[in-house]
């Protein structure tokens, strides 16, 4: 099994949208370092404080100002159409710093799109292999038919898995200077890197069961667009239209069990699943994936290929 | 013991609005040990169905096949590694090499760099094999479909169509290497559509037609069965020829403006040359008319009048 998934793994990486993602992801987050490096700035957080209070106090006495004229028969003016006769000047007041705290929380953000990329790499993966026929010249060197499709469903979820932490990696790396030089590391002690590791250790899991979903999705329909298409329908239809009219189903849905699982919540907030649990969201998502990758194993064990 | 064994092989698809077509019909066939054995059939005769279903690629709606004793649908794995096969144009990772594309695959048998690198000098693909696949011809992953096959060193080649979309030269290496490869003791059990190259590389062979197997044996025997059908002479005068023999009760015709053929068996070789003699007519060559195995084939496909002379 080493054999076939060592094998899998390399072809996978070796696709040309693998390398495209990379660079893609690459360029991107580089770009986003610099950008965020050159719109933050060490700032004295005592001084933008002491600035912020002399700005409200000069806004207070303008409203003060304007305030005491109201001609008779009027309301008085409300603070927004005052606000905009006071000309204050508020430089000095942004706090410009990049916390080094601040970090766990755009990367969580991050898993997001990082788990729609593992979605169409893992129907990818497979949905290439039904055209290319590479399946076929598979299957006459090992012609174990479930071990084949589980062995190529896992090496889409380990190249998911792994493109996810290069892609965390270097979003921290390319931020790391920010924090360092224009923010501050308070607040970064050991429960903060227990938070962190929570983050990824749990994007990590989401991406490698959302790139099995979209490897079962595909290996049934036989091309990528069949996930892709199955993916976007179930979104639109299934989370929108069951989710708003039959509240009690959406612990059964999957968005709202991955807001609960990537944030870490219990419940997830208001997009989330009301008394659901991160372990309880965690396993129905791995069971899902699972249960799903075996169904996708039963129909190809009976399916002739071409 | 045979290698390949079917037994009543039958295959149908079911299509929309409950249609089914039978791709294979009943094949029954037996290849033995060693030498190249040419499976041959026209274009839907069930010819990759039948290699599908050997393989384990597609599961048949009735009978059994059986590779090297194993059963094809149940423990196909247990001979895979003594199997090397080829079904149509190969699948592989475009964007690998063909040595990565092979060392791939030969990590599942725990085959050497050292072997990868000896079946692609043996198909001529060493030059490019650093190259990645996306750029190659459609020969050349021919050719590295035939370096799969070989990888594994096996006892038994399943090839489908291997000469397809390779050029004279290209198709003529095949042809040495399949014959080389029976002639090791191998069995190569081949498919193919290019009849002069089975006739010149084949041991025995089966034909197949509208899913049955209509014919099998040695390529001499099913030659002999189609049978010669007449003798094809020439003499100075053509015209004059057909004449005289119409004459004697003959039937005779121009063949190509060239020589004569005389619809007679050949044992009666004499009674036509006394004819024309007799008849001041004197014959310049004179021999039975051969038949390729295309003319078999034909025949026995019921694709065509059945009249090529080779």
Redesign the interface.
Known sequence: MS??L??EV??LV???MV?VLVLLAGLGIGLAGVLTFLNTEKSDIAAVQARRQQVQREFQNCFDRLSTGPRPGQPPRVVEERGGACDVDTSGTDDKRLPLVDLSDILQGFTAPLVIVAWVLGASAIGA?WQ?????????????RVRVLLGKAGAAMIVAALFFLFAQALLFGALLPSALAHGTTAGADGSWYATLAGVVGRGGVMVAVAAGIGFAIASVGRNTAAALGIGFAYVVVIENVVGQFLEDWRRWLLLGNTIVFVSGESGGGNEGVAGRSVLGAGIFLVAVSVGLLLAAAAVFR?R??? | MPVIELEGLRKEYRRLRGRTIVAVDGIDLAVPEGGVFGFLGPNGSGKTTTI?CL?????PSAGRCRLLGADSATD??SV?AR?G?L??????????SAR?NLA??G????ISGARVDAVLDRVGLTERAGDPVRGYSLGMRQRLGIA?ALLKDPQLLVLDEPANGLDPAGIREVRVLLRSLGDEGRTVFVSSHILSEVQATCDRVAILARGRCVATGPVDDVLTAGGPRGLVLKVRDLAAGVAALHAAGMPAQLLDGAAIRVDVPPDEAERVSRELADRGLYVTELRPQEVSLETVFLDLTGDGAGDAVA
Do not use: C, H, N, Q
């Open positions: 054999g076939l060592t094998g390399r072809r070796a696709r040309r390398k292999d290319s026929r590479t399946l076929t010249t598979l299957l006459t060197w090992e012609p174990r009976r002739d290929v071409a | 599908r393989l384990g690629l597609a599961r196909l794995s895979i199997v096969s079904v149509e144009m190969p699948g592989l990772s475009p964007g690998m990565t791939l695959l990590r599942l048998d725990a799969i």
